[in-house]
């Protein structure tokens, strides 16, 4: 009931407002001014910009040990080998396998699942090296490219100030996440992903956009995000039409971090 009473109150202010603005511009202006701000998505920020807010620091609390694999889950790497990944040229994969974990080797390129997925709950676990080296994208960059396409940005995001779009948790390119709960360099974190693929028309044009939600650690850092296409680099390209399931990639970008514990559960 006092729910009902605000929205109606809201209701008759907007009414005298519109009212007086027929009679009066500047009342016009503040109309604009009240309504445009609540409109705007979150895309109204160029791409990279640096001038966008930056999202809380929020401590997740301490590093955890490694999350289980539910039964039914497709599980990646369990810590031993590469059985279920390849080079980006087919070949077999040349990361670097140690004590439970995988580490990017440089210039040896992504890191491919021999699979296709579409739909996924996607379980991984990754560490940015330490002491930490370089700034900025320069400082623990990785990325995991669901489908091969859409990158989820993997980066040293611990007191390391990049474009909001471009740090730990952002669909990269696309949107910042909404907190930064990113623990030290050297300590293991986790990304819960939940992914929607596009859908496309017969013809080829986009029927459903895809969509994002992530925990990290813990911490919901997208929710149900809408990707606008394919991730890039100082670019937004369309979405094109793809097959239902692609490849998970892992992104070699020059520096040392390592993974562990990935699994996911096929949602379709
Ligand atoms: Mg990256």
């Avoid at 289980?68 to 990646?76: G, N, Q, R, S």
């Avoid at 439970?100 to 560490?127: C, P």
Wanted: aromatic share 8%; proline share 10%; charged share 20%.
């Amino acid at each position: 009931m006092k729910a009902l009473r605000i929205a109606d109150c809201g209701l008759r202010i907007g009414l005298r407002l519109l009212k007086s603005a027929i009679h009066n511009p500047k009342s016009a202006m503040l109309i604009i001014g009240i309504i445009l701000p609540a409109r705007m998505s979150a895309q109204q920020w160029p791409q990279h910009s640096m001038d966008r807010p930056r999202p809380p620091v929020v401590d997740p609390g301490p590093e955890r040990p490694p999350t289980p694999a539910p039964k039914d889950a497709i599980v990646l790497f369990d810590g031993t080998n590469l059985s279920q990944w390849r080079a980006q040229d087919s070949t077999a994969a040349k990361w670097t396998v140690k004590d439970g974990y995988v580490e990017v080797k440089a210039g040896t390129g992504m890191l491919v699942s021999a699979r296709g997925f579409g739909d996924v709950q996607l379980h991984i676990e990754w560490r940015t090296p330490t002491p930490p080296q370089g700034e900025g994208q320069e400082r623990g960059n990785s990325g995991i490219f669901l489908m091969g396409i859409y990158e989820l940005q993997v980066l040293d995001s611990y007191q390391n100030d990049t474009y909001p779009d471009g740090q730990a948790g952002a669909i990269y390119g696309e949107n910042p996440p909404l907190v930064n709960a990113t623990r030290p360099p050297g300590q293991w974190q986790a990304y819960d992903v939940i992914f929607h693929r596009p859908h496309f028309k017969a013809d080829g044009t986009l029927e459903r956009p895809a969509r994002m939600t992530v925990f990290l650690n813990g911490v919901l850092i997208q929710d149900d995000f809408e990707l606008v296409g394919p991730t890039a680099n100082q670019a937004r390209p369309p979405y094109r039409a793809h097959p239902d399931k692609l490849p998970l990639r892992l992104q070699d970008h020059g520096n040392p971090v390592r993974y562990r514990n990935i699994w996911l559960r096929e949602l379709e």
